[in-house]
């Protein structure tokens, strides 16, 4: 049991990367929140986790809404005294060229991934800092945190913003024990994925099956996706890691897509 008596709150934990991650942590015995937008999934997530042995709440969570997220971190405060590790993943994607992309879907990209991330920081850092009892920030950055890609530069841009935001928690949280790190996985097959495959074969005029070989594994050594079952790893991993020895880092699980 490597995170035996924490609690850690994910965003966007109802379905894909989050809810696998919130599955490992508490088979891990960490007391897990499924904060997400969507309640009613949340809520089957948890349920599900609490049917297999382990400790969850789900909350009906905006990242992008201020007063959603400071009042969700309260109930946890309340039910369970507060977070020890918060891990902001909650994310949407857009496709289409910078050209003829509208504003409001820019904004929209960016204020959930890192507006949203910035909120949930916050949050968190009031909780760890609190009586000196420190923690451990994760982020779900990508591959597009370091490299780009056509057709989603507002997700690109708010990606790379993240390893600022990361990093400057490191600094900032590390005399009161706080820990920061970023993931960047490369693709991973969850609804977020599924659902950019047919629209980017129509935007770049090929087959479902040439976008998955040729544009997203691409550049992977051995064209495979990454699993859910790796990033949750990684994300105990990094949470459980005994000292601020690992703090301000950015780990890319890629298949050797990005390689730093
Ligand atoms: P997903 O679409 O399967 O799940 C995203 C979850 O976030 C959903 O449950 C959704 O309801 C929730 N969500 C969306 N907007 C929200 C908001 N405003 N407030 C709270 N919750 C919200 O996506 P996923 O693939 O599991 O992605 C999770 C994270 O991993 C994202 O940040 C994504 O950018 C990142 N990521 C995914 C991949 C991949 O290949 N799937 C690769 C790299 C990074």
Request: a negative charge; hydrophobic letters at 45%; proline letters at 3%.
């Amino acid at each position: 049991m490597r995170l035996a008596d924490r609690t850690a709150l994910i965003t966007g934990a109802a379905q894909g990367i989050g809810r696998a991650i919130a599955e490992h942590y508490a088979r891990e015995g960490a007391r897990v929140v499924i904060a997400d937008l969507n309640l009613e999934a949340a809520s089957a997530t948890a349920e599900a986790i609490r049917g297999a042995g382990g400790e969850a709440m789900a909350l009906a969570m905006d990242v992008t809404n201020e007063q959603m997220v400071d009042d969700g971190f309260a109930r946890v405060a309340e039910a369970w005294g507060g977070v020890d590790i918060a891990i902001a993943n909650a994310g949407i994607q857009h496709i289409d060229p910078v050209h003829k992309l509208a504003y409001s879907d820019w904004r929209k990209v960016v204020d959930v991934h890192l507006n949203g991330a910035f909120l949930v920081t916050r949050a968190a850092l009031n909780q760890m800092y609190d009586g000196g009892k420190g923690g451990t920030m994760l982020y779900m950055g990508s591959v597009h945190s370091v490299e780009a890609s056509p057709l989603k530069s507002p997700y690109v841009a708010a990606k790379h913003g993240l390893l600022g935001l990361c990093r400057a928690v490191a600094k900032e949280g590390a005399e009161q024990g706080v820990r920061s790190n970023i993931i960047c996985p490369g693709f991973v097959r969850t609804p977020l994925v599924e659902k950019q495959i047919p629209e980017q074969a129509k935007e770049l005029g090929i087959t479902e099956e040439e976008v998955i070989r040729n544009v997203m594994l691409k550049n992977t050594v051995d064209g495979q996706f990454t699993t859910l079952e790796d990033v949750a790893e990684l994300a105990v991993h990094l949470a459980a890691f005994p000292s601020a020895a690992l703090t301000g880092q950015s780990i890319v699980v890629s298949h050797g897509w990005h390689m730093q």
